[in-house]
Each structure stands twice: as C-alpha cells, then as structure tokens.
C-alpha cells in the first residue's frame, strides 16, 4: 500500500516482500530503494498480469527465436503457451516445475494460461533450459510494467541501474527454479 503525505510517498512493506521505499524520493526512485515482492501480486491483480503476460507475448515475433510449432515435436503445449506459463509461474514465486504442473491443474490463473492442456514437468524444465534468455527478457518487461503501475511512474525512462536490477532478479528467478528443479532430481 502507499500512501501520500506532502510531497513525500511512504509505503509499508507487505508481509513476504523485499520491498523498501525510502521517505523523501519522489522525483526518482533510488536502485537500492526498490525491491520487488517475490509475488507480483502482491503489486497487481492476476488478471493484469495475465493481460500484461500476453500483450509482451504478442509484441514478440516468437519465429526470430527460433519457437515453431515444428521446432517443439509433438508438444503437450504450444511454446507461446509455455512461455506464458513460466512467466507468469516466476512472477508469483512458483519456480519448481512439478509445482507449476500441479498448479496449472488446481489453480484458476494457470489454467487460463493452459489453453485446456496441462504441460508436464519435464516439458517444462526443457522449455525453461532451451529459452532462457528470452524467459529473461519477458520478465524484466512484466516486472518493469509492474514497478511502473506500483509507483505510478508512466513512461519515464527507468534508471540504467534500475533496469540492471530488474534483470539480476530475473536471472536469480531462473536460477532458482533450476535449482529447485535440480533438488528434484535427486
């Protein structure tokens, strides 16, 4: 929550989130100032992050990275709908791929990503192996919108650090679910 006193924002810090904001910054955000919750929805609404999801989707030519139907033999899910999937799964601290298969049978938000077919676990991890780097890029632009609506920013030109930033925790977000996909394995 935020709340406007003078010319000064405070916000509380939210159970389970990393996030601080500093008394005082109200024409920048400092790097160290921001931290994002491990859950976006504790910023946004599921719904908005599934639109969000989608429009960064539909902004991408997904053939330029090398994601066709054809490239991905018989697949469970279309590599869109993977994509979609991971994103969103990262986004609101669900990285292990068994929790995700799980979750895209028993919860809402998941299954409306799935287009009526639930990926396996496997399918999973190797999608995530196989397009990380793309994976990467989906998250900074979510958590960029997320971190825009939060502080309501608009289209200001984030800080160079900042942006740095979002990258680190979308790469620490990958890594984590390798890792928890690699516990997994043992």
Not at 18 to 23: D, E, G, Q, W
Not at 80 to 91: E, F, G, R
Not at 106 to 134: H, Q
């Given at each position: 929550m935020r709340?406007?006193?003078?010319n000064e924002w405070n916000a509380r810090e939210s159970k389970g989130s990393r996030f601080a904001f500093r008394p005082g910054r109200v024409s920048g955000l400092?790097?160290?100032d921001v931290r994002l919750p491990l859950d976006l929805r504790e910023w946004v609404g599921?719904?908005?992050l599934i639109c969000w999801i989608h429009e960064e989707l539909d902004r991408f030519c997904l053939q330029d990275f090398g994601l066709?139907?054809?490239s991905y033999p018989e697949p469970i899910c279309q590599p869109k709908t993977l994509l979609a999937i991971l994103v969103?799964?990262?986004a609101t601290e669900t990285f292990e791929s068994e929790g995700i298969e799980h979750a895209c049978k028993s919860d809402t938000a998941f299954r409306l990503l799935c287009d009526g077919t639930t990926p396996y676990a496997r399918e999973l991890t190797l999608f995530r192996r196989r397009n990380r780097?793309?994976?990467?890029?989906?998250?900074?632009?979510?958590?960029?919108?997320?971190?825009?609506?939060?502080?309501?920013?608009?289209e200001a030109n984030l800080p160079l650090g900042l942006r740095h930033r979002l990258h680190e925790e979308a790469v620490e977000r990958l890594d984590i679910a390798r890792h928890m996909d690699t516990v997994d394995l043992d």
């Amino acid at each position: 929550m935020r709340s406007c006193i003078g010319n000064e924002w405070n916000a509380r810090e939210s159970k389970g989130s990393r996030f601080a904001f500093r008394p005082g910054r109200v024409s920048g955000l400092a790097i160290e100032d921001v931290r994002l919750p491990l859950d976006l929805r504790e910023w946004v609404g599921s719904g908005t992050l599934i639109c969000w999801i989608h429009e960064e989707l539909d902004r991408f030519c997904l053939q330029d990275f090398g994601l066709t139907e054809a490239s991905y033999p018989e697949p469970i899910c279309q590599p869109k709908t993977l994509l979609a999937i991971l994103v969103y799964a990262y986004a609101t601290e669900t990285f292990e791929s068994e929790g995700i298969e799980h979750a895209c049978k028993s919860d809402t938000a998941f299954r409306l990503l799935c287009d009526g077919t639930t990926p396996y676990a496997r399918e999973l991890t190797l999608f995530r192996r196989r397009n990380r780097g793309l994976l990467v890029t989906l998250l900074v632009r979510l958590f960029t919108r997320a971190l825009r609506e939060q502080f309501v920013l608009g289209e200001a030109n984030l800080p160079l650090g900042l942006r740095h930033r979002l990258h680190e925790e979308a790469v620490e977000r990958l890594d984590i679910a390798r890792h928890m996909d690699t516990v997994d394995l043992d």
